[in-house]
Every structure is written in structure tokens, then in C-alpha cells.
């Protein structure tokens, strides 16, 4: 009685390691099936090479918020699009061009404090960019700091001297020169 079991034991073992698949299928752990084979052609006739497959596109979560956000900044609605980059800094703290955005939004709205804070925490993100000179001069511009401003689009300009917004806001800085209001 005892010898059927052990056979019924034996085969059922043998099954189980039938169903294993080779680490070339599974590098990560886990089966692909949307990946195309070697040889596959899409239905256009073109090859799978080159390809991006959904397993190898990034997804930030605050790329909707960023999204948002630029658009209620071009429409000039500048409190909301501090609100949804803050949202977009709390999603994804570590993500620069959402600080560089919150902190343009505080200058617009006069929050110079709360924008000095997001130009910190952006310049430890994005770095010594012209982009970020660029918008921290606008910075002091707004401010009426003109010696700061100029200051830092001269940083801006040497590291990008053919970008027309850091060219614009040097023209912008001379004219405020020479139009002070006393």
C-alpha cells in the first residue's frame, strides 16, 4: 500500500519540476510574455529592435502634476501652479524641474521666502544650470535686487551664451536700469 504512494509522490515531484523555467526567462524573477521574441515583426512589417515594450518605459508620478502645473503657469494663474508643483514635490522630492517650477511660482506671487527655499532645494537637484541662474535672477529682478540679478544672469549667460531667455532678461535688466522709479 505504501509503494503507490511513494510512485504517485515521485511522479507528481518530476511534474513540478517540469513547470520550472531557466533564469534566461526570469532575470528579474519575473515572466514577460508582452516582450517580442527575436525575429518578431510588428504588424506594420517592421522589427521589435529598438522598440520600447511597457516594461521599459518610466512613469514618474508627478509628471501629471508637472504637466498641470506648467499649463496654469503659461495661463498665468500662478498660485495654482504653486499648488500643483508643491503636490508634484510631495509625489516626487527628488524631482529638480518641479522645484525649479514651485520656486518660479512663489516669485510671481511675491513668496520670495518660500521661493528661496524651493531655489535651495532645486540647486541640490539640478545644479549649476543656466536654467536655474536664470530663473534665480528673475528672482532678484522681481525683488528690485538688480546687482544680485545681474549677477546671476552673467552666471546664466557664460554657460548658456545662446539662449535667448537668458540674452532677453539681460536686455530686461538694462532697461530696468535705466527706467528706475523713485
Given at each position: ?29 519575473v515572466v514577460r510574455t508582452n516582450e517580442p521574441s527575436k ?144
Open positions: 500500500m505504501k509503494r503507490p504512494i511513494a510512485i504517485v509522490a515521485c511522479l507528481f515531484m518530476a511534474a513540478l519540476a517540469g513547470c520550472q523555467t531557466n533564469g534566461a526567462d526570469t532575470a528579474d524573477g525575429g518578431d515583426v510588428t504588424s506594420f512589417g517592421d522589427a521589435f529592435d529598438g522598440l520600447k515594450t511597457v516594461g521599459d518605459v518610466e512613469y514618474y508620478v508627478s509628471d501629471q502634476a508637472v504637466a498641470e502645473a506648467k499649463n496654469q503657469f503659461r495661463a498665468e494663474n500662478y498660485g495654482n501652479a504653486g499648488a500643483l508643483f508643491f503636490k508634484a514635490t510631495q509625489l516626487a522630492p527628488n524631482d529638480g524641474g518641479a522645484w525649479m517650477g514651485l520656486a518660479a511660482s512663489c516669485d510671481r506671487i511675491h513668496r520670495f521666502d518660500l521661493a528661496d527655499r524651493a531655489y535651495g532645494r532645486a540647486f541640490k537637484l539640478v545644479g549649476a544650470t543656466p536654467e536655474y541662474y536664470n530663473n534665480v535672477g528673475y528672482s532678484f529682478l522681481l525683488r528690485g535686487k538688480l546687482q544680485d540679478a545681474r549677477s546671476n544672469f552673467l552666471k546664466a549667460y557664460e554657460l548658456a551664451p545662446n539662449d535667448p531667455t537668458v540674452v532677453n532678461n539681460l536686455k530686461l535688466l538694462s532697461s530696468s536700469v535705466q527706467n528706475i522709479e523713485r
